[in-house]
């Protein structure tokens, strides 16, 4: 080609879209989740990604097209091949047989702390609980499939329930109901939706149960699982772990002021017996003032 066809190829040359290197190692594939219904859905990839970053074998962890609840993703796993390589949930008897269950905490069982939504009115009502059996004389609503249906009435607690889960907090509302344990993770966002309905965080008393949310992965990908387990153990060692946690996190524990609540330890009897509650560096244990 002469001179004068490489000027002229030039402009063009020059107009062409970049062509985008492929990102190099593993690819792994999260879940989407749908928007403001996963308390982790920022925090759990970030983690991800963290632990993986400790270890020689490179990883790139993305998004799938399309969100996933959580039944949904373990169908997904289950697959032959799966459109997803990694997702995160509550861990229970059933999912640790289906799938391979990363054993350690990544919320550090925040997910197992919970304090009520209550009326404005009543905000002082539950003042005066100093017992179990006293909480018992009061109403707590839950929908009808969560797990924490058979933890509270396991530990003799009053629960009604209902099919549809934005029916409670308009049961709330009209009196139904007394109080709505919610996740500590979950709760200002809920209250923030619902502005019409004059509910407040009541400021008094917490619960507690033991649960653990883990990272899982298709049965047979023992290589990936335990690469996952070797960097959260890395990045724990190198305090990374505490201090991603902390940014996502120590907001919301402040604001709720857990350590100042009185808090009542419940038995959780839909818990693996293979949590590892031995580690406590693994768990949160808000200090006191």
């Keep these: 080609m ?30 989407r989740h749908a928007s403001g219904r996963d308390p982790l859905g920022g925090y759990a990839p970030e983690l991800l990604s963290l632990a993986l970053s400790h270890l020689p074998r490179r990883y790139h962890v993305e998004e799938s097209p399309e969100s996933l609840a959580q039944g949904r993703a373990v169908f997904e796993m289950l697959k032959l091949e799966p459109p997803i390589d990694v997702f995160w949930t509550v861990t229970t008897p059933e999912r640790q047989a289906a799938l391979r269950a990363i054993r350690i905490p990544i919320e550090r069982g925040l997910i197992g702390w919970r304090v009520a939504l209550v009326r404005r009115a009543d905000q ?29 009435r396991a530990n003799g607690l009053n629960v009604e329930t209902s099919s549809q889960y934005e029916s409670l ?28 309905l004059d509910l407040v965080i009541e400021p008094h008393l917490g619960l507690r149960y033991p649960s653990a949310l883990y990272f899982f992965v298709a049965p047979g990908r023992d290589e990936l699982a335990a690469d996952i387990r070797l960097g959260l153990e890395k990045a724990q060692a190198d305090g ?30 839909t818990l693996p017996a293979d949590v590892p509650l031995q580690r406590t560096d693994w768990w949160l244990k808000p200090a006191r003032p």
């Excluded at 490489?6 to 690819?27: D, F, K, S, T």
């Design 124 to 152: 002082d009502l539950f003042a005066g609980v100093r017992t179990l059996a006293e909480l018992a004389g009061l109403r707590a609503g839950q929908k009808h499939d969560w797990p924490d249906v058979g933890i509270l």
């Design 240 to 269: 990374s772990f505490e201090k991603l946690f902390q940014r996502h996190f120590r907001d919301t524990v402040e604001a709720l002021r857990l350590r100042n609540r009185r808090v009542f330890e419940l038995r959780n009897p």
């Design 169 to 196: 907090f308009r049961m709330l509302s009209m009196g139904r109901i007394d109080y709505f344990p919610r996740s500590v993770l979950e709760i200002q966002a809920e209250l923030d939706a619902r502005p019409a």
């Design 2 to 31: 002469n001179r004068r066809g490489l000027v002229l190829l030039a402009p063009l040359a020059a107009a062409l879209p970049p062509v985008l290197a492929e990102p190099a190692g593993v690819r792994l594939r999260t879940p």
